[in-house]
């Protein structure tokens, strides 16, 4: 008895984690329930067991949609097609966190491509980057994306944007080298005057640098106290979207293997 209501226990976990992977939406637990016809403290218990085991996971409304696992694994070849939809709600909270704007970049043709935006709450310092491309060495986004060796610069001369435009290339290696020894980039008035922005670096299942996350807003709001707490809830919501993507997992893993 005991083996056929362990079959059966796999076989309505596997059940309710089908809808769960098929679905185009995030499903609520009433609607996993009726769909597979279980009852609520069965539906409660497997799905507890099935997100302890990171095949399913909740939005922040407590839906359930396909978990960590399945992420990290879409992610070994370094696809970007559901990058957004993964990243989503790490802007989402960053933004609301921080009430500026918020923008997800990659590495597109020498220069950051802005792929995602959360904007911001007040009227001033509301541009919208999508679509826009930027250049790497006087972005917070494309710092990042040089630091860690996601993007690489274009040949011939840094251009200046502000007065404050980093221009050469020692000074600019500089800059990386101390990005990467604090865990994000600042940008101070080097894209456009006034506008000063932080940026951490996002790492995929392999342990690469995939893309970077960005809170951004003018240097009037931003001052060093403010920009020191939005770089740490940057840099904590970048951290928690690597970890969706695989990367503690895997290091984790290493870990374990290494002790």
């Not at 970007?80 to 909270?93: C, E, N, S, T, W």
């Not at 990467?180 to 005057?193: F, H, Q, S």
Request: net charge positive.
């Amino acid at each position: 008895m005991s083996n056929q209501n362990g079959t059966q226990a796999v076989d309505r976990a596997a059940r309710l984690l089908a809808e769960v992977v098929h679905s185009p939406d995030p499903m609520t637990f009433t609607e996993l329930s009726a769909t597979t016809g279980l009852a609520k403290s069965t539906t409660s218990r497997l799905l507890l067991a099935l997100e302890r085991n990171g095949l399913v996971r909740r939005d922040d409304h407590g839906r359930f949609l396909p978990g960590e696992m399945f992420v990290s694994f879409a992610w070994r070849g370094g696809a970007q097609a559901g990058l957004i939809a993964v990243a989503q709600p790490f802007l989402d909270r960053l933004g609301k966190a921080t009430g500026e704007t918020i923008n997800l970049g990659v590495s597109s043709n020498g220069l950051v491509e802005q792929i995602a935006q959360v904007d911001s709450t007040y009227l001033i310092g509301g541009t919208n980057w999508i679509g826009m491309s930027v250049p790497l060495h006087c972005s917070a986004l494309g710092k990042v994306l040089l630091a860690y060796g996601a993007a690489q610069l274009p040949s011939g001369k840094l251009e200046r944007r502000t007065a404050k435009t980093i221009t050469t290339e020692a000074a600019l290696r500089a800059e990386l080298a101390g990005l990467r020894a604090r865990g994000y980039a600042v940008t101070d008035e080097e894209l456009e005057p006034g506008l000063v922005a932080v940026a951490a670096p996002i790492y995929g299942y392999d342990g690469r640098v995939v893309a970077a996350l960005s809170v951004s807003g003018p240097a009037s709001r931003l001052a060093r106290d403010g920009l020191a707490v939005a770089a740490g809830q940057c840099t904590e919501e970048a951290a928690g979207l690597s970890a969706v993507l695989g990367y503690r997992q895997r290091a984790a893993r290493q870990n374990r293997k290494a002790g």
